[in-house]
């Protein structure tokens, strides 16, 4: 631990589910833990971290009590996961088969290994299976003298495979690293480096030995293509991937947390090649997932309901909003999100119903935004916000609603100075000018917010946030040719 707001930044990782074990366990511990939980819990009702709080409470010893916390906390968070981890089970496994080696009792010792092989091979765990080995062949000459030239020879070529295995899977990671790398820096592969990925990455994967390997090579591959540009073997390759966990379930039920950001990642290739089948498919596939673990529960929910909701602004479906609200307002409160997703689904839902031409609930879910005034991630997001409430409150005609949402528009965008000020302004006095605009005059004031959109995207130097541009032009197109919004979104979509 080694800066004073590490423990604080721990227990607020930690799901509803840990916090309850972890209490639990202190309490089991009687007074000696009694300081510590005391601790555990003033820190856990902390919005934000405040140490002259803590040293009120606790003026004594207040970094060595944090640091056994701490300490306390991973000790505790280990014994919760290990029951749900076969990594963990085999680490302890091995661990027991060493104290019963030391015991001399040799036959539960050879169990013990076989229960942490069978583990090992089930994940793939190349690494663990060479310890396994290490310890067999310390067993087989200890306990099994006379049958050494029949197990020492097996146990050598099992452990030349694993150390071919396990290069596989070294010299695959780190190619994924070095195109990533590339990939980040917008590089496409120059002559040189594709020189030196040709032989590896033309290789035939059903001759890779690692099946963690071969999930790398095909994330090699689809990440090469990416920065080429070339996105129908990306599709390809990301199809591939998931496949891979399809037919490793026992290491996708272990490492479930990277499958749900694969399946992201293939999703948004998804988006690019207009796949909406393959993209319905998926969510369905995710929605059936069913985690144990609290924190991949806590994954699964915000890249399931991302992908969900931006899916559903894409083509335009509305229906079962109250549901689907429903459902992200309940995860919002069972989950710890990080500040920018809360801010992306509390978005994205209000965005729906504005779709759906429900401006009120659309209104209180930008209220819902606006008013979490601790969450300051994404502030560009706040600003599109209020836009999007501004022509809410029109529709409405919450005209009380929309004075005050023109007062504070203006003041967010004096409190976010940005270079295209100037546009969002502009943009502002041409929504403005709609209120009072007579009949007359109304395709005039639309046509100028529309041409105001045209000059904040040829100006904005970033993406503009949420698609507000989009939004607005969506919603301008079906003042004009009297349709739903909706109608306009599924048109542009088939």
Known sequence: MKSKTDLFRLIRAMSRSEKRYFA???????????????????????????????KAKFPKHLSVDKAYLYDAILRSMRDYHSKKSRAAQIKEKILDAKYLYERE?????????????????????????????????RLVRSAKKKELPIHVPVLVDAKEQNIQALQEEMVYLDLYDEIAKRFIERRKPDEAFNEELEDLLKKDETSLVSILATRRFYQCKGLQHQILGD????FDYYNKVINWWDN????????????????????????????????????????TEKPNNPHHQKVLFQRLYQFKLVSRINLG??????????EIKEGLQSFTLHPHTQKILTSNIAILFFIAERFDCCIEWCDYLINDRKNTARLDINRAIYFLKLIASYEADEFDVLESTVRTTYRSLSKMEREDDIHYNSLLKGIKKLFNAPLNEFKNVLSGIEEGVTELRGNSKQRVPLGIDELIMWWIQSKKQHQSIVSIVQRKTY
């Open 105 to 137: 009792l040799y036959d539960l010792c050879e169990e013990s290994l076989g229960e942490a092989k069978s583990l090992a091979e089930d994940l793939g765990d190349n690494l663990a299976l060479l310890e396994i080995n290490k310890q067999e062949r």
């Open 24 to 54: 639990i366990d202190a309490q089991k511990a009687g007074k000696k833990n009694a300081k510590y939980l005391a601790l555990f819990k003033l820190i856990n009702a902390m919005e934000e971290y405040d140490e002259s709080k803590l």
């Open 231 to 234: 996105f129908d073997t990306v």
């Open 317 to 326: 479906i509305v229906d079962d909003l109250d549901k689907l609200a429903k």
């Open 248 to 287: 490793n379930p026992k290491y996708k039920e272990e490492e479930f947390y990277n499958y749900v950001i694969d399946a992201s990642n293939f999703l948004a290739i998804c988006f690019k090649k207009d796949k909406y089948e393959r993209i319905k498919e998926l969510i369905f596939r995710l929605e």
